[in-house]
């Protein structure tokens, strides 16, 4: 055996200490964090007594809701492809909006660091508020229907779309850039030729990304008014209209498996 | 007048690190200069002062004439046409091909709408495959960049150099990340680019290379100037002592 030569012996080791200040912070932690839970928990009204006693009411909606209604599958459908179309929209206005925006944000080829900052917190802004929350404002100002939904999705996702092109930037490797620009070429031609290359694929990525949350974001965004499938979703839900309800939910299902898919397909080609 | 003249150059860096220490030199066309030493000698930073990268406390770097720490702008940018830059790292364009990485050397002069549609003229596509002809890569003109080894690679580097029409190529470290074979032939180019009358500065940590290859070797440690000594010129023993002696220093064990 390899060890055979070394003698045997006893080795000293180090004293163990039970209440070490790794071990004393660790235990405080973890309080710390069941006290989180235990709080939020009684915040949040967790009730499993309700959900007991509503779930079989959930139940007798199920019956009640088959067979899908197909009556007004026309209207159905058309609101569905106002959903589909206000996604598109809005996400195709968040990225040629972001292209500008996101040089400024990254900081190995932003202009200028006074301009890169305020750039930043520009787009955090944008993104911290949801889709929801700007096309309720939006309904407001320019009135009910899908433009609201529209002009919603478009700025959550121009804050989202160009910090993540930002740091897809900020990502590519120096070497290839400061070679391009030691050949004497301009800034733009450097970023065009040099950067482009190496970023598009990520940044068409996030694009596509960004295009099916927003199909699934704005099929919410009707119960505020804001167009689409939504408003349909809420109405049949106020008057108890359970197959019409049964009807809308699939549709929902369908189409977002639809685009899930031809975005797979449409990522896998660009590869 | 020399094509590359270095004039009393220093440059301390605000950590208070001497890197260079009145170094002067100058380079004819034609000649195949090494800058010979240890890491931290310097060499870095005196390419970095021959692109205008960085510019140095006090001296002159010239360029055909021209002292290039006190341009800016356009300027600045033409005469960065008149030297190509060879990086350890190769530093191409990963997902493009090896002509339209050579093809980068000539960003200067392309129109802009061609950089931006990758599509060019049918005189800079030639000289691209003419400038991989020269480097022995014609077979490799559409293979990816991030598909060729290190020594390819490197070449392509040299290539890009060559269409850049450039009369100064500033080499740092080429043979760093090669196996001996790869660098023997990046050399090899290196010199025959050299032939064509083109300036050729390669930085080396290798002594044996050094010899090998050069036509001029400069020696540098700490920053400073020590032997500036043509082929034929050069004690080999000497510099391999200079060499050893700051690596001995550096290997010195705490415990002593």
């Known amino acids: 055996m390899a060890l055979g030569s070394t003698p045997v012996r006893e080795y000293a080791e180090p004293p163990t200490v039970w209440f070490s200040r790794a071990r004393v912070r660790i235990a405080l932690v973890v309080v710390a964090v069941v006290a989180f839970y235990v709080v939020s928990w009684h915040l949040a009204k967790v009730d499993l007594e309700r959900l007991a006693t509503g779930l079989p009411k959930m139940a007798s909606w199920a019956r009640k809701a088959w067979p899908p209604a197909t009556d007004e599958l026309p209207v159905l459908l058309l609101r569905a492809a106002e959903t589909v179309a206000m996604a598109a929209i809005g996400t195709t206005a968040a990225a040629l909006l972001a292209l500008p925006v996101c040089v400024l944000a990254a900081r190995n080829v932003t202009p200028s660091m006074t301009l890169y900052y305020p750039t930043r917190w520009f787009l955090n802004a944008l993104r911290g508020i949801d889709s929801f929350v700007f096309a309720l404002l939006f309904v407001a100002a320019v009135g009910l229907g899908p433009f609201a939904g529209v002009l919603g999705i478009a700025l959550h996702t121009w804050g989202s779309t160009a910090k993540l092109w930002a740091e897809a930037i900020e990502n590519v490797p120096p070497g290839a850039l400061e070679a391009a620009a030691a050949t004497g070429a301009s800034r733009v031609k450097v970023l065009a030729f040099a950067l482009v290359p190496d970023v598009a694929p990520a940044m068409v990525s996030v694009a596509l990304f960004w295009w099916e949350f927003n199909v699934r974001a704005s099929t919410v965004l009707g119960v505020v008014g804001a167009g689409g499938i939504g408003q349909e979703l809420k109405n049949s839900m106020d008057l108890l209209l359970f197959p019409r309800l049964l009807t809308i939910i699939l549709i929902i299902l369908v189409m977002v498996t639809v685009i899930d898919y031809g975005s797979e397909w449409l990522r896998r080609r660009l590869e | ?256």
């Open chain 2, 1 to 256: 007048m020399p094509l590359v003249r270095v004039d009393a150059v220093t440059k301390t860096y605000p950590t208070g690190v001497r890197a260079l220490a009145r170094v002067s030199f100058s380079v004819e066309p034609g000649e195949f200069v090494v800058l010979l030493g240890p890491s931290g000698a310097g060499k870095t930073t005196l390419f970095r002062c021959l692109t205008g990268l960085t510019r140095p406390d006090s001296g002159a770097v010239e360029i055909h004439g021209r002292d290039i720490c006190r341009l800016g702008g356009r300027d600045l940018r033409t005469t960065r046409r008149e030297v190509a830059m060879i990086f350890q790292q190769f530093n191409l364009i990963r997902r493009l091909t090896a002509t339209q990485n050579v093809l980068a050397g000539r960003l200067p002069l392309l129109p802009t709408w061609r950089v931006l549609a990758r599509s060019f003229a049918r005189d800079d596509r030639q000289l691209a495959l003419r400038c991989l002809d020269t480097v022995g890569l014609l077979d490799k003109a559409y293979t990816r960049a991030d598909q060729l080894s290190g020594g390819q690679q490197q070449r392509v580097a040299i290539a890009r150099a060559l269409a850049q029409e450039a009369t100064v190529v500033l080499a740092d470290e080429p043979v760093a990340s090669l196996d001996p074979e790869s660098a023997a032939t990046v050399l090899d180019t290196l010199r025959s680019v050299a032939a064509r009358g083109v300036a050729v500065i390669a930085s080396l940590h290798q002594v044996g290379l050094a010899t090998d290859y050069a036509d001029r070797i400069i020696a540098l440690r700490d920053g400073r100037l020590l032997e500036d000594a043509p082929r034929g010129a050069f004690d080999p023993q000497a510099l391999e002592q200079i060499y050893e002696r700051s690596d001995a220093r550096v290997a010195e064990p705490a415990g002593g």
